[in-house]
Every structure is written in C-alpha cells, then in structure tokens.
C-alpha cells in the first residue's frame, strides 16, 4: 500500500524544456541535507572512496580562494573502460587528460572551472535558492550541466577540484557513440556562444579571466572552427595561383626556389599538423603517471582525434541556422559492427562531403602544378592535408569491428542498396528510406530564416570556382580567354540535366508497355554520348587529362546547384521541379557511396587485412572470443541451411 507524503502539482506540461534537467530540478526540491551530489548512470562510485566523503565535506567550510567557501566541489573520475578496444582506449586517455590536469588546471590558478556532468558534490541550500543545478530551456540550456556553473559562478559562488577522492566513469567505447558524444558537446557548446550566461561572465571577468574562459570554453571550439577553415583558404587560396599561372612565375624567382628555411619550416609543420599536437596534452599526463613508454604507444590515436576533432560543421550549423539537438548516446557497454548505411548517415555531411571537397582541391593542385613544382615540395605542403582526408573517409571503417570482413560487407551492400532505393513518406524513418533521411537533414535550413538560407547559398557559390578555373585549362579550348568558354560551358551541364530530367520523367510516365521503347530511347542517348566523346578526342584532340578535368568541373558544380535548390525548396517546389532536385542529390549519393565502399571492398577480399584490424582494435583475449564466435557462428548457419535442405 502506497502512502502520499509529499506533492508537487506542476505549473503546466510535464515538459517544457530539455527532459534531462527538468527531473533534475525537479527532484532537487525532494532532496536533503546540505549537499548533494550528481552522479549520471554511466558512473560508479567504490567504497574505499565513499569512506573519504566525510573528508571532502568538510571543504565547504575552508575559504579557498580566500575570501569565498565553494559552493560546487570538483572531483576526478577513474575511467574503466578503456580495456575493452582501442577506441575505448583512446576514449579513456583523452578522458583521464580532461579530468585530471585540465580540471587542476581549471580550477587553480585560471579559477573558470564549471561543473561538466562530474560527480561533482553542491551546496544543495545555496542552489536551491538559485534556480537549481541545471538550466532547462529548450535547446539552448542543450548542456545543462556547464550552465549550472555558470549559474554558480555568476551568483558569486565558488567552484574548486580535489583529487583525493574519485569516482568511476564508463566511457563510449564504439565510434559511432563516440561521435554522436562530440556532436551532443558540439551543439552545446554553440549553443553556449549565443546564451546571456556567457555574455555576462565575459562583461564580468577581468581580463585574464575573461581569456581563460574563453580559450576552455567557447573558444576551443571556435579556435578549431577557424583551423578548419583554415586549411579550406589555404587550398583555395593554392587552386587559384596554380589555375591564374601566378604559382608558375613565383617558382622561378631565386629568392622563392632556393628559400632553404622555408622549407624548413614547411617540413616541420607538416610533422606538427598529423594530430600530434592535439595529443600532447593527454601524452603528457599518460607520460606522468604510468610512463613514457605507455604514452608513447598511444601515438597511434591521431587518426582518432583527427577524426572526432573535425566539429566545424556541428558548431557552424548551430551558431547559423541554429540546428542543434540533443542527440542520446546510450553510453552502452557494447561493441558491434556498425552497417555502411548507419556510418554514411552519421558521417556524411560532416566528414564524407568535406573529406571528398578536399581531395578534388588537392587533385587539381597537383594535376596543375606538377609540371613546374618538385614531387617534394608538393608532398611537404600536403601530406597533412592528406593524412585528414584519409582519415576523415575511412577512419569509421577502420574502427568498426568486423569492417573488413567479406560476408559483412555483402550484408551492408544489401542493407545499403536496400536504404538509398526506399521512398520515404510520412510515418517512414530515416534509417529506413534514404528519401527521409534526406529531407531530414535539410530540416534546419528551413527554420533558419532568410539569414541562413543566404549563408548557405553564398557558401555553395565556391563550388563554381572549380568550373570557373577548369575549363580554361582543357586543350580543346586552345587557351582561349573569351567568356564564351564558360557559357558553353554551362550549356552543357544545363543540356546534361535536361537528359537526366527527361530519362527520369520516362521512367515515370512509361508504363510497362512502353519500356522498349523508353530503353530505345535510352540507348540512343547512350550512343549519341559516346559519339560525341569520341568526336571530341578524335578532331580538337581532347586528352585523357581533359575527360578528368571535366568530371572534376562538372561534378562540384552540380552539387553546389543542387545545395542551393535545397535552401530555395519552397521556390524549388513551385517551379515543380523538387522530384528532379531529389533524383540529382540520389545519385551523388549514389555515387559518393560507391568511392567509399568500393576501397573497403577491395580490401575485405584479403583475409589477413579483417586479422589485422581485429587485433587492432581489441584486446588479445576479446580477438580470441571473437575469432571463436565467428566459428561458432559459420557451423551454426552450415546447420541450419541444412536443415532447410
């Protein structure tokens, strides 16, 4: 029999705000004592650490910085999963780095330390009387746990660490968790750029405060918002002087060609960049507490954090088209393969198309400028940029268990044709047609406002640059600089999506007694294409150099078309021409997969390559259970094809 000894009768809704914050504030009023402490689901505390509360208790009556008593105590974290994989490994190196000298350092001497979802103990009577420990408006509060912080900070509290108690802490171990984590942190912390919280601690602050706020909060996020930008300038800043001929001329100046300390520094900021640096903090501490030669063997995690590193596109969105939301990880203690569709889902916008956009830049720089400029010199200012594109396609690949086994690859082939084929509709969910996936991931252009369909529109103009620069270089053209040139150049691609257009139209019109004639009709394009091609390398003499040359135009300048049909839908939709708008992006959806799967194909044909990754990724005693389970598995599917026999 239940007995009601305490109600609370809500001023509306159940839930107005973001959930998670809402219970919190909620069941704080439900609360005793005069501290309370958070403890998140993903965390364990040990009992030989529950015995020194009592000690950090009586650190609510010591003055810490002299002249305030704490109102939120900071404590570290023991992160136990790093046993199982190597990204849990890693997972749990950039962790420990996070909680231990990055908190230290937070705290005492640069005092703007924060409360970051920590089992971090409250002055439960000074927050209660202050809105709580967690802010709880819609999307903005998205990290309501830093905002509580904040809240302490602002109302003159006092936030301080001690590491003589800790409590334990499961970390995400697979990549896809992993990422959707940094996405969650992402979003909020662009969130956090355009809340009044931060506005009032940097009009508060002094001047070195007010900096080390900025540079362990919103700036680190900006800071690498702008080094991958960076890297974008640099290379379209490259692809101009290659393509206007003023790269050429440099190069042949003494003063430039024999620059021995230019060379110099280009060599050693092209080690610096393959994502060393982002790990020299959590080396450093690996290297303090359990040796060099351990931190030395989680060099190996640059691939990781070059990948998770890339959040641009994440804090870009949010701060433009304000387009964050709370995205769950789970945290579950799992591993498992990860379907090609799942990871292109995920990683597409983010990595795949940026990935992609980088490689046909250094392509063309190459193509260009190899005629004048050393095989070294290109690699010196490239490699870097290399290794991120790299990692930036094939890094969820290569992380994902079982990736490069061939009968899983099978698998995701089907389950990926079976995806991007789908229709969506109401009531469809993205990871069952590619169609609502698709319409999903415009949903933030189309509450943006005019402010952000305009950024994304002039942002879409830089893919024109690459036809613009191109097609003056072609042999057909015979270097003419007539404008000309590049209106043929646009009737074509017009004249291409009109063919596309009219196959797509038959192929919806047509009915089934009409299909020999509608692949009459598509042969006769076929032929008509291929006479054309052969036309054009038969009389102007068009190369092999120039057919890639015009896939490399043509290609980014049809998607920066199809990205500006996306931000204009509503004019798009009227002009009736939405159905071919969303023909066009499936098939560079299409075609985007194929170069991603077809590397993981290949390699998955070689047995030795799923061994090596295997070992890679997990320890020795998970590979054997894994190695046996596979067995395990095969005679199991032997028998029951059998039994269907």
Known sequence: MWLVIYKIK?????????????????????????????????????????????????????????????????????????????????MSNQETSFVTIGQRLLADPLKVRFH??????????????????????????????????????????????????????????GLNQISQFEAKIANGNGEQTLSRDIYRLGHRFDFFRMLSCYFTTVGNYFSTLITVL?????????????????????????????NNPLQVALASQSFVQIGFLMALPMLMEIGLERGFRTALTATSS?????????????????????????????????????????????????????????????????????????????????????????????????????????????????????????????????????ESWWEQEQEHLWHSGKRGIAVEILLALRFFIYQYGLVYHLTITNSTQSILVYGVSWLVIFLILFVMKTVSVGRRKFSANFQLVFRLIKGLIFLTFVSILVTLIALPHMTLQD??????????????????????????????????????????????????????AFLAWFPFVSEFQTRMLFNQAFSRGLQISRILGGHRKDRSSRNKD
């Open 116 to 173: 970051y979802g920590h089992p971090d103990v409250f002055d439960r009577l000074f927050h209660l009387t202050r809105g709580g420990v967690s802010k709880a408006s819609k999307t903005i509060n998205l990290s309501e746990d830093i905002f509580a912080g904040f809240n302490s900070t602002l109302r003159e509290g006092n936030v301080t660490h001690h590491e003589y108690i800790q409590v334990g802490k499961g970390r995400d171990v």
């Open 547 to 600: 057919i890639v040359v015009c896939i490399l135009a043509f290609m980014p300048t049809g998607w920066g078309l199809l990205l500006i049909a996306q931000a204009c839908k509503p004019l798009v939709q009227r002009a009736g021409f939405w159905g071919s708008v969303r023909t066009l992006a499936r098939g560079y959806e299409i075609i985007m997969g194929l170069l991603l799967f077809t590397p993981v």
């Open 10 to 90: 809500l001023p509306g809704p159940a839930i107005l705000g973001e959930g998670k914050p809402e219970n919190q504030n909620h069941a704080i009023i439900f609360t005793r004592g005069e501290g309370l402490q958070t403890i998140d689901m993903n965390q364990d505390n040990y009992m030989e650490e529950a015995l020194k509360m009592r000690n950090l208790l009586q650190e609510f009556l010591k003055k810490h910085d002299g002249v305030r008593y704490p109102t939120i105590l900071g404590l570290r974290e023991h992160i136990f999963t790093g046993s199982v994989s190597s990204l849990a490994w890693f």
């Open 302 to 434: 640059c691939i990781f954090h070059i990948f998770t590193w890339n959040k641009d596109p994440l804090l870009w969105t949010d701060t433009t088209t304000w387009g964050a939301k709370y995205r769950p990880t789970g945290r579950g203690f799992v591993v498992f393969h990860a379907k090609f569709a799942d990871n292109y889902r995920l990683y597409s916008r983010s990595h795949f198309v940026k990935g992609l956009e980088l490689m046909i830049l250094l392509i063309v720089y190459q193509i260009f400028g190899s005629d004048y400029r050393g095989a070294l010199a290109y690699i010196l200012i490239t490699i870097s940029m290399w290794f991120m594109v790299g990692t930036w396609l094939f890094a969820p690949f290569l992380f994902n268990p079982s990736g490069f086994e061939w009968q899983k690859i099978v698998d995701d082939w089907t389950d990926w044709n079976k995806w991007i084929s789908n229709k969506g509709g109401i009531g469809v969910l993205p990871e069952k047609s590619w």
């Open 230 to 258: 960076t890297v974008y300038v640099f290379l379209y800043g490259r692809l101009y002087l290659v393509l206007s001929g003023l790269e050429e001329g440099l190069s042949t100046q003494r003063a430039i060609r024999d």
